[in-house]
């Protein structure tokens, strides 16, 4: 692994390590760029996101051992009448979140640098597929979690052997806790907002919708935000195959967030170039519910330079389009179907839309 860190706020570059999950002046880290996609150097032969292994930060063979054969999920059209509104399934990956895309590149550089423990924070989805990757690699893991988190999440890291840890107070406050639990010899903190390896599981999305539809990109990526895993993923992978010279031109990014807590969205709509921290009102799509992203500013500065926008859904919204798609055989949890409702509502004749559905309906019981 010869790719180094670079500081968003100062610009030290310093390399990977266990301990280092930000600048010593406390700013977030991104991943130097990598190699350059090469559709030719995609292994045909392996039916999961490590097909891509060209351009992710692993060795050689490391993943065979942790790979739960997370990727390459379904796209399909839901809505009669509508075939360009496509639905990515991402909620069918081994965990049942996309989260997995993350936490397999995540554990297994984790397992290459030495990690001898993990410690992670979540609303649910990506504690549990943190915790089932550690599992795999024979890592012993804590996931610390709001006290609110749905008891369907927290039984499936539990039985994934997982320490799990639930923090009275906000998804802000399990946070905290997980920093404080950071720093002792060999134990890595998987954040899935402040590692950027997890980054790099994320930014496959980019790839296989690239793949799937013949090496082109849709015009439109609809995608839920609260602390922005997903977006800053995608816009990785579709950077990559700009630059690259593949997939045309790079989709437009519409994120959605939840009305009751929407920070990101409240920033694109004033102008501003900082998101403020908000309070968080209660909603149903609790796994978008992040009243203070850290990569606020940088989801923003994503979602602005694709041309897209930043949309709020209402619970109200969030539950009618999740009852349609169970109507149509795809039952997902509330964040997902906040994303779906937002697309529905897109006026039509900007070409192909791709929403990712990005969590399962039984997620939340
Ligand atoms: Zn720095």
Redesign the pocket.
Known sequence: MQRQTV??????RAPLSVERW??????LLDLEAGPRFDPGRVEAETWSLWRYRHVLPVGPERWRGVTLGEGCTPLVAPEPGRPDLLAKLDFLLPTLSFKDRGAAVLVTAAAELGAVGLIADSSGNAGTAIAAYAARAGIPCTVYVPATTPPSKLGQARRHGASVIAVPGSREDAAAAARQATGAPGVLYASHVWNPLFFEGTKTLAHELAEQRGWRLPERVVLPVGNGTLVLGAHLGFAELAAAGIGGRPPVIVAVQAEACAPIAAAFRSGAERVAPTENRGTVAEGIAIAAPARGDQVLEVVRASGGALVTVTDSQTRDARRRLAARGIDVEPTAAAAWAAACALPAGDGVTITVLSGAGLKSG
């Open positions: 500081c968003r706020a100062c610009a030290r930000r600048c010593e002046c406390g700013g």
